[in-house]
């Protein structure tokens, strides 16, 4: 088996390369393989966890999550709603539903963001008043 990306039979990837492009640590990805949050698609014939491109498309979704500081529950129930919305033979009820959770998910998304930019500012505010304080020459 090669080390290329894609060199694995069927396109796979192996966890290393996932850990690489998606600049997630290998502990991580095994760790949401162990709570079924994202599981590789197979396994070589060694054991090795191999993930095709849309298991790499899901961790850069949770990626994106973890900064927002959404729980792994809630990560899951988002990846199963898109999982609902992608599925065209999915039931109505359920579609419903999967597309009031993800409404859900970008307020809480969007709240969370605003959160990181008012702390972003007063980072940046205070790292001016340092800047001023280390540069002022005493009296």
């Known amino acids: 088996m090669g080390t290329d990306v894609g060199s694995e039979p069927g396109g796979y990837l192996q966890i290393g390369q996932v850990a690489e492009r998606t600049e997630l640590s290998l502990k991580s990805i095994r ?8 599981q590789p698609s197979a396994r070589s014939a060694g054991g090795f ?16 999550m973890k900064p927002l500081g959404f729980t792994l529950a ?16 999915a039931d109505p009820a359920a579609r419903a ?26 980072a940046e505010e205070f ?3 340092l800047a ?3 540069s002022e020459s005493p009296a």
């Open 31 to 38: 760790h949401w393989d162990e709570v079924g949050l994202v």
């Open 49 to 64: 966890r191999l993930y095709t491109e849309a298991d790499v498309d899901r961790m850069l979704v949770i990626r994106r």
């Open 74 to 89: 809630q990560m899951k129930q988002l990846l199963d709603a898109v999982d609902v919305l992608a599925d065209p033979a």
């Open 97 to 122: 539903a999967a597309q009031a959770d993800l409404l859900a998910f970008r307020s809480m998304a969007a709240d969370s963001a605003d959160r990181l930019r008012r702390q972003l500012a007063y």
């Open 127 to 129: 790292t001016g008043l």
């Open 132 to 134: 001023t304080l280390t």
